[in-house]
């Protein structure tokens, strides 16, 4: 809550790390003039946002740290006493903005509906996530960086599996469960799934190419009636009988 000010009085002048909308740094600084833990947090979340927006906008390359410093409002200090380099502050802002932008997907629960509908449901979900203009942004960093950062790279993974590829996994057990569909290797199987759904959308929309919505939505519906077709739970075929004659005797 912003310190009032007296009437007749002016506000004081905004220093480093003051805000509009809140006390004067000095208000929020622990014994010694250090910021308190709760500040030093909030700053550390403002800078690693920031950094995230700037460096999605311009790259690693096109990105200083002057930049982002200014932009959060914190000092150089500030960034290096927390990240050794430019890098290291790219991996922790770009991991941290995957994370936030696949949170949705770890809270999905299984419909109640039939196989077919209900992973129509959850591709065009995915979809409306894969072909955001800033996940493609990512992509494209990844694609270009993950070279020469591949911790990265590594959490990128990480959170897919975990995220997106958990909340898939769920739902096909439950179908599993349920008897409509063979389940071997539910991962495997869910990245097979996303990779139907989602990789010529994803492909088309990095080379700044989109498909009429009606033309979308019959390629996911082919997607998912093409990955039913792999993994629908199949009937055992009857064995034939065959009836030998027995020899008549001589």
């Given amino acids: 809550m912003a310190t009032p000010i007296a009437p007749g009085r002016r506000a004081p002048a905004l220093k480093e790390g003051d805000e509009p909308g809140l006390a004067p740094a000095e208000a929020r600084r ?11 947090e909030r700053r550390h979340r403002v800078l ?50 995957i994370e936030e932008r696949l949170a949705p997907f770890g809270y999905f629960e299984p419909p109640a509906a039939p196989a077919e509908p209900a992973l129509v449901e959850f591709g065009r979900r995915l979809l409306h996530l894969a072909l955001q203009p800033e996940p493609l942004a990512v992509y494209r960093i990844l694609a270009t960086e993950a070279w020469r ?41 869910a990245e097979h799934f996303f990779i139907l759904v989602a990789g010529i959308a994803q492909r088309f929309a990095l080379v ?21 077709d792999g993994c629908r739970k199949r009937q055992e075929p009857q064995a034939a009988t065959e009836t030998k004659a027995s020899p008549r005797p001589a």
Wanted: net charge positive.
């Fill in 30 to 40: 622990g014994p010694g003039g250090r910021p308190t833990r709760e500040e030093a």
């Fill in 48 to 97: 690693l946002d920031t950094a995230a927006r700037l460096f999605v906008a311009g790259g690693l390359n096109g990105t200083s740290i002057d930049a982002i410093a200014e932009e959060a409002g914190v000092a150089k200090r500030f960034i290096y006493a927390r990240y050794a380099d430019k890098g290291e502050l790219f991996v922790a802002a770009i991991g941290r903005f």
């Fill in 149 to 189: 950062f591949p911790n990265l790279a590594t959490a990128f993974i990480r959170s897919n599996r975990e995220r997106i590829m958990g909340g898939l996994v769920r739902m096909l057990q439950a179908h599993a469960q349920r008897g409509e569909i063979e389940l071997a290797d539910p991962q495997m199987t």
């Fill in 208 to 228: 700044g190419v989109r498909e009429e919505p009606a033309q979308a939505e019959r390629r996911l519906k082919a997607a998912v009636s093409l990955f039913l």
